[in-house]
């Protein structure tokens, strides 16, 4: 099936879905025109798939080290499975990256603290609370898909295109 052309050449379609895809991750709804949310549904419930399915896939691996006296340290880490690192790289490569901002009442010190763990903030929402938030409605419901949901508007007052709300349900 083709995609939709969105009245755009081909770098400033993909380069549109990626942005509203990765907003309407991050933000949990945008308001767009029909045509678009169509498309952009599409590609935000392929990738929401793909984090539900790959959300509690991890490997536990054992590791000895040396520390600084010389001495044997093991340690017991909780690594990502392969199929899930090649999950995040998939979505790393669609989605663009967003920073976190900044609290009103934090101090630089405290923001560079809070966002040093997390170097990209988009991915790690889809497979942290995203994922796993579909994978038990999957569980509990017994239905996988329809992660989005579209809402009109009414059209557009310049040019009377169709506006619509999407969301994640």
Same mark, same amino acid.
């Given at each position: 099936m083709a995609n939709r052309k969105l009245g755009r050449p081909t770098d400033q379609r993909k380069a549109l879905l990626r942005n509203q895809v990765t907003n309407l991750?991050?933000?949990g709804k945008i308001e767009t025109t029909l045509a678009r949310a169509k498309e952009v549904s599409s590609m935000a419930e392929k990738l929401i798939t793909l984090a539900a399915r790959e959300c509690d896939n991890t490997v536990e691996v054992?590791?000895?080290?040396?520390?600084?006296?010389?001495?044997?340290v093991v340690l017991n880490l909780v690594n990502d499975a392969p199929s899930k690192l +090649? +999950?995040?790289?998939r979505?790393? +490569?669609y989605l663009y990256e967003i920073p976190v901002t900044r609290e009103a009442d934090e101090t630089r010190k405290e923001y560079k603290a809070r966002t040093r763990e997390v170097k990209h903030p988009v991915v790690e929402k889809l497979m942290r609370e995203i994922g796993p938030k579909y994978k038990a409605r999957a569980a509990e419901k017994g239905i996988g898909g329809g992660y989005t949901r579209i809402i009109k508007k009414g059209?557009?007052?310049?040019?009377? +295109?169709?506006?619509?709300?999407?969301e994640l349900v």
């Amino acid at each position: 099936m083709a995609n939709r052309k969105l009245g755009r050449p081909t770098d400033q379609r993909k380069a549109l879905l990626r942005n509203q895809v990765t907003n309407l991750i991050w933000h949990g709804k945008i308001e767009t025109t029909l045509a678009r949310a169509k498309e952009v549904s599409s590609m935000a419930e392929k990738l929401i798939t793909l984090a539900a399915r790959e959300c509690d896939n991890t490997v536990e691996v054992t590791k000895n080290t040396n520390n600084e006296k010389g001495q044997t340290v093991v340690l017991n880490l909780v690594n990502d499975a392969p199929s899930k690192l +090649a +999950a995040r790289r998939r979505m790393m +490569a669609y989605l663009y990256e967003i920073p976190v901002t900044r609290e009103a009442d934090e101090t630089r010190k405290e923001y560079k603290a809070r966002t040093r763990e997390v170097k990209h903030p988009v991915v790690e929402k889809l497979m942290r609370e995203i994922g796993p938030k579909y994978k038990a409605r999957a569980a509990e419901k017994g239905i996988g898909g329809g992660y989005t949901r579209i809402i009109k508007k009414g059209p557009r007052r310049g040019d009377g +295109a169709e506006m619509v709300i999407l969301e994640l349900v």
